[in-house]
């Protein structure tokens, strides 16, 4: 299954909830975003494996069809959507939330059905995997890129485009100077970027297979069966 | 903000030595690890129980205790494959942790075992993992002391040989690439062991002190995890919890790590990662001559750099130029002089304090002062590896605990460096360390360090940099080495970072496998035969 794109891995949680404990997430989430509340969004901007996070409640009627002819379902509950784009594998991911910011995802989760808490861990897992729906189809404009190596190029961009037409007409000694100044300010910033480590051994094998039979395909020239069926949609 | 949990207490007769003593520590400079291939599982659990009665325990020796401190010491760890060998049923194999079953070949993608690290370059004997079943590890004290344990393992292997053989294939300096043995030992200075390794720093600093272990309280400091507390003090840390190094008991997530079952056959084990690590020292100080010349403080100090410690120790953090750490080096000699000169009495106990304190300088630090990285750069060894708080990148409070993202990524380090370097230019020939590295779970312990700290960056915002010492630099097609590292200058000022570019890969695997390290009582349920899960 595609949960992975390039450097990020997608996670689409989503949680049953009472429909009236819903309303008071839904409170929730605004305030949270409220600039005075902001702080204690903190942790999550602090993990920057966290390439995108966001939460979403759908009522029972808000579930879209293909069209008219799929019949309407019956739901009893209303749901919380969970999105989430990270850098690395989803242990990493799912140990760190639960490690880091264990507080704060009681307070967003614990009116959800069987909330287990986030510590212990192993309960929390079995939580999130009973939940999860995997992702079908999954694209990175950035293969090779995280969001701190986009949050960097979109820093040393800035910064050079800045310099050069400040510098255009400057002394050789005053440039070295504006230079060692530019780097200094830009010194967290110059990392290299390549693609990302293995994630999973399955993943790597799946795309290995998915690699070799593209080049069959080519040798014969004909069309290869979508390498993704099944599972679960999130639409 | 922290969990303090409850006092722990271990019964220590059970717990395999290696797990809560690092044996270099009490002066055993000297090593050997064997390897055993069961064929049959009757005479192989013959063995194992054979073993069993003589393997080294935690229990504390010396002052204060019934047991003395042997001449060496013998310690057992078995391999996925060797556990079925030795009969144990598959509802019990399945219940081990599965990085452990497919063993350390198999997840080589994820330790970035790649190019020159391949298994096609390891000691012949790593290279067939379904045979390797037990692991042997003696230390002692001297040589004499080695050749009498071995001689003892030789002759109980001789006892069992219609089912357990020593298997070959360990290089050797002679250029033998067919011992029966791996030997190991404190690299000596002027006849007299050392705690250095092949690249010249000193090794063997800084380890996790977690709850039960009987060890010193004041070894919290440095090597508990941090609390929000002055780190410089005993209120700056707490003692890790023990599930962290011991199943069968809470770890850092208030918890039961998995574990085997039945119960008694994890409790009081863990699991071991055994690496043998090439250093190319030639290329080592190759790099750091030609670099060093360009780098403002010189090559001691690009040294230092890399490594987060001066090669005498001290932690860059807090000492930051040469001549600090020179001076913080002599103190420390004269303090350590003063005890052995003053004679028993308050002057003593009062020249032991005075030294006490001076040593946990090299320990209780972290990187709340030196975010930025001027003083040990963000990418250095040991801030990589334990990054000590630091992954809250100075916003207060943005997590729970301030060490959260470093508690379960703690790793007990045992083992000694191998081979002897002939000349200092070359990298061929053996000389390099034996790595191991103990923990509750290989996954999220060892191999995230490995894979996401070691060979990636992305958790310190280093985008794809490596670690400069150990990380799998590639080449590039002109043949250079393909690592980078940013040496951080003091923000603002104006002064430039130095970049260092073209590293080469400086450590190379030689081999390795995951163990699983029983307790006594687990080594006699298998010994038995007598493990049963339901
Ligand atoms: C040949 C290979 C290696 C060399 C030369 C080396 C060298 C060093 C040195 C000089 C230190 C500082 C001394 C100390 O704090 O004890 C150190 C610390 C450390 N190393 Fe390595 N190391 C090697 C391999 C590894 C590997 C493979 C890992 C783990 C994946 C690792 C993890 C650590 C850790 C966790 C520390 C202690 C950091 C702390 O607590 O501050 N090392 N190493």
Known sequence: ?235 | MSTPGSPVTLDLHDIQGNIVKAYSRYDYSHARYVLFEITDGQAGRGFIATLAERVTTSAPWGRGSTEERPESTLNVALTFAGLRMLGLPQASLLTFSPEFATGMRGRGAILGDDGPSGPERWDPVWRKPHRIHVLITINGVSRDAIETAYAFVTDITGRYRAGVRCLTGHRDPEGRNDMPYQAASAIEIDGKPTPKEHFGYTDGIGNPYFKGTGEHPENVLGGGKVTRRDATTRAGWEPLETGEFLLGYKDEAQEFPEAPMPPLLGRNGTYMVYRKLHQNVGSFNRYLDAVGTEYPGGKEALAAKFAGRWRNGAPVTTFPTEAEAEAFAQQWMAAKLKIQQTPKGPAREEAKAAFAQLNAKFVAFDYSKDLPGAGCPVGAHIRRTNPRGSLEFGEAFAFDTRGALTNRRRILRRGLPYGSVVDPQDDTGEHGIVFMALGANIRRQFEFVQQQWVNYGNDFRLGNDRDPIIGNHGTTPEGKGDGRMTIEAEPGGGRPPFLCGGMPRFVETRGGEYFFVPSITALRLIGEGMVDPT
Do not use: C
């Not at chain 1, 759908?58 to 002819?69: A, F, H, I």
């Open chain 1, 1 to 235: 299954m595609p949960n992975i794109a390039g450097k990020a891995f997608a996670m689409n949680l989503i949680t049953p909830i009472e429909r009236w404990q819903a309303a008071f997430n839904k409170i929730q989430f605004w305030a949270i975003r409220q600039p005075i509340l902001s702080f204690s969004l903190r942790g999550l901007v602090t993990l920057s494996m966290i390439h995108y996070a966001r939460w979403a409640i759908v009522q029972p009627t808000e579930w879209p069809r293909l069209d008219e002819s799929q019949p309407k379902e019956k739901l009893h509950y209303a749901y919380q959507l969970f999105f989430s784009n990270f850098n690395g594998s989803w242990a990493q991911y799912v140990d760190s939330f639960s490690v880091a910011i264990p507080s704060g995802l009681n307070l967003l989760w614990f009116r959800n059905v069987g909330w287990p808490k986030a510590v212990p861990e192993q309960p929390f897992h079995r939580y999130v995997e009973h939940n999860e729906v995997w992702t079908s189809h999954y694209y990175s404009a950035y293969p090779m890129a995280a969001s701190n190596d986009v949050k960097s190029a979109q820093r040393v961009k800035q910064a050079l485009t800045s310099f050069a037409s400040r510098t255009k007409d400057m002394e050789a000694a005053a440039f070295e100077q504006a230079y060692n100044e530019l780097l200094n300010e830009l010194q967290a910033d110059l990392s290299q970027m390549a693609p990302t480590p293995i994630v999973s051994l399955a993943n790597a094998a799946v795309e290995e297979r998915m690699r070799q039979d593209a080049e069959a395909g080519d040798e014969q020239d004909s069309g290869r069966a979508p390498a993704m069926m099944g599972g679960s949609h999130a639409e």
